[in-house]
């Protein structure tokens, strides 16, 4: 269509047309205020002299033009400067013309110049105001409607960067604070929230934008939860943070995050506690590439530590959190920081690294965390969760570092898989050497998912979602509870400067969430329908797929009721059951024999007889075992000796 080819053309064949016009709306003016104000119009308009002041005029006031900027404007966003210029040139144009019709003696009324002028004015500028017009109108047939949830500062800047849009057209603003309903910003009335259903109807609205960024937590889950059931897509705006950071810009929207539904308004930190075990200090991260190893090291290297030690295992996800970390160090002359290929089942990797940096604190993320993985590969679960956070303890307790933190979980409360029941022995590891005389404080941080993690089920719904369903739940009634990655490490941090040893924290989770709502509610955000038996043509499908093998339907995260606070409101201590040193080792001994032997078996008696709740709801699931039960292969690994050693 020609507003496309005119809209794609280059910019000097834009100017071409513009001067084009020009060219023919300025003798048309002339010969016009001729015909207005000359009884004689048509005889004037045979002297050769009115042509020559007819080019002159055109010529100079073609030149001006372009001296002004006119033929630099762009229609389609020609605004008050614009009209300006538009007055500016035709009055100098005037000018010329009157100075033309008395250089070339052209015998006209005073009054032909006035005229001139208006002519002129309404011509030049009302054909590029016309064509803007036009432009408008063919863009909003394309444009999808919205509404911006929002009159604030953000919610005007929006605004004002959606005008200009060839994707987005606003139709209202929303906002509930008196001051503003009522009010006209660039023609879009602000309304109040209780209209919102009305005006998504009325406009045939397809997207909500929610301009709030400053606005706490709670208030935006208030209004999700108004927007989840209407007809349209919800999207936000960047983060106050985000924003304020330089990392985004007001424009830039995005789709709901589900911290938006889940999350809520952190609780400020202690600087004393966030400092405590990291300022000045050499510092090392096990698991640095993975989703809390990596955060963990973000967070760290903000309370400013001497060294920043990076501990793991894949090349590459090391090789990216040290990419990140190397420019924020180089930014602000911050710690040194050191990548560490290594592996937590290689004590003598582990000695070597303690030993040579003098490390002050650990930080024990590096874990194999995926239920159904673990459950099919129980040996290589157990040497890496159990005997690896022993290698790491044993380091640090021979080098004398002063504070090891275990990042535990809450699938370690009466597991019911492998995975569960190999993170709450390496919690009894940890307790039992806590009891041995020595220079480091052993403790543990305990919580439940976290969002955004990998492997998390939130990236796999948006995924589905996208691909157009169905969105897969294993039981309708499987809960869950649910924290943001930075919030969590942070309460990490804080609870190891509160360590006295052999110290079991818990997160403070929020309210669990139901695992099938939070699917429904990500399908009607993005502007969709679940398909149901209630609504057969609906969008999206929730499909149940049943529980895998080791799931359960929910997680604890207190093995008893012996709690109590701390100094933050976000952590508590728990007083649980632990094992001697003693005991501790004989069950040690046993599992990494089990573990060379291949023995799943074995381990999994192990486990079953370990004071650690474990009570499985499936049979052995390892694949190698399942393929060689008949007839076991030999394995490479070599026992290891558990032997009490004094600091």
């Known amino acids: ?188 009335r602000v309304y109040p929230s209780s209209k919102l259903s009305l005006l998504i109807d009325k406009w045939a609205v397809e997207q909500v934008l929610l301009a709030m960024p400053s ?147 650990v930080y024990h993320a590096a874990a194999y965390k995926h239920v159904p993985m673990v459950e099919q590969n129980v040996i290589e679960g157990v040497q890496n969760n159990v005997l690896g956070t022993y290698n790491a303890a044993k380091a640090a307790k021979d080098n004398r570092v002063s504070t090891f933190v275990l990042v535990s979980t809450d699938k370690a409360v009466r597991p019911t898989n492998v995975m569960g029941a190999s993170k709450r022995l390496a919690e009894l590891v940890l307790q039992g050497l806590a009891q041995e005389a020595c220079l480091t404080t052993f403790c543990m941080v305990r919580f439940g998912n976290v969002l955004g993690s990998s492997g998390s089920v939130v990236p796999l719904f948006r995924k589905q979602i996208k691909s157009g369903g169905p969105v897969t739940v294993t039981h309708p009634e499987i809960i869950r509870y649910f924290m943001t990655i930075p919030e969590a490490v942070q309460l990490v941090v804080q609870a190891s400067s509160m360590a006295k040893g052999g110290d079991v924290f818990v997160l403070d989770m929020g309210e669990p969430v139901k695992i099938a709502e939070l699917a429904k509610a990500m399908i009607r955000l993005m502007g969709l329908e679940v398909k149901d038996e209630h609504v057969p043509s609906g969008d999206i499908e929730v499909k149940y797929t049943g529980l895998r093998p080791g799931e359960k339907l929910f997680e604890e995260l207190l093995i008893g009721e012996n709690v109590s606070g701390t100094a933050h409101p976000r952590i508590m201590k728990a007083d649980e059951l632990s094992l001697s040193w003693s005991e501790m080792e004989r069950i040690l001994n046993k599992l990494s024999k089990a573990c060379a032997e291949g023995d799943c078996e074995a381990i999994r008696e192990l486990l079953l007889c370990t004071e650690t709740g474990y009570a499985p709801n499936d049979g052995l699931n390892d694949t190698v075992w399942h393929q060689e039960c008949e007839e076991p292969a030999a394995n490479n690994v070599v026992p290891v000796e558990f032997r009490r050693e004094q600091v």
């Not at 084009?20 to 308009?45: E, K, N, W």
């Not at 033929?71 to 033309?100: E, K």
């Not at 863009?139 to 009159?151: L, T």
């Not at 160090?329 to 290929?341: E, F, H, K, T, Y």
């Open 1 to 188: 269509m020609f507003h496309h080819k005119l809209l794609s053309a280059p910019r000097s064949v834009k100017r071409t047309v513009m001067v084009s016009a020009d060219l023919l709306l300025l003798p048309c003016s002339v010969v016009l205020s001729v015909l207005m104000t000359s009884s004689g119009g048509y005889h004037v308009l045979l002297q050769v002299k009115l042509l020559a002041v007819v080019l002159t005029t055109t010529i100079l006031t073609i030149a001006m033009f372009a001296r002004l900027g006119l033929y630099r404007a762009v229609v389609r966003f020609m605004g008050r400067q614009a009209l300006l210029a538009v007055i500016q040139g035709s009055v100098l144009s005037a000018l010329v013309f009157i100075g033309c019709l008395l250089a070339f003696s052209v015998n006209t009324p005073v009054s032909v110049s006035v005229v001139y002028l208006v002519v002129l004015f309404f011509l030049v500028g009302g054909s590029r105001f016309l064509v803007r017009e036009y432009l408008f109108a063919q863009s909003r047939v394309r444009k999808k409607k919205v509404i911006i949830y929002g009159a604030g500062s953000s919610g005007l800047q929006l605004l004002t960067s959606l005008n200009n849009s060839s994707e987005y057209e606003p139709v209202a603003l929303i906002d509930d604070l008196s001051d503003r309903v009522g009010a006209i910003y660039r023609g879009i």
């Open 215 to 361: 606005a706490p937590m709670w208030r935006r889950k208030e209004i999700l939860a108004d927007l989840e059931p209407m007809p349209v897509r919800v999207m936000t705006v960047p983060t106050f943070e985000q924003l304020v950071s330089g990392d985004a810009s007001i424009e830039e929207t995005r789709d709901v995050a589900v911290e938006d539904l889940l999350g809520r308004d952190p609780v400020k930190p202690i600087p004393s506690l966030l400092e405590g075990c990291i300022t000045g200090k050499v510092v090392l991260v096990t698991g640095s590439g993975g989703s809390i190893g990596s955060e963990l090291c973000r967070q760290i290297l903000k309370a400013r530590p001497s060294k920043l030690l990076l501990f793991e295992r894949c090349e590459f996800a090391l090789y990216q959190i040290d990419r990140e970390l190397q420019e924020i160090a180089s930014m602000d002359g911050g710690a040194r920081v050191i990548p560490l290929l290594g592996c937590v089942q290689k004590l003598d990797r582990l000695q070597a690294v303690m030993g040579a940096f003098h490390v002050d604190t």
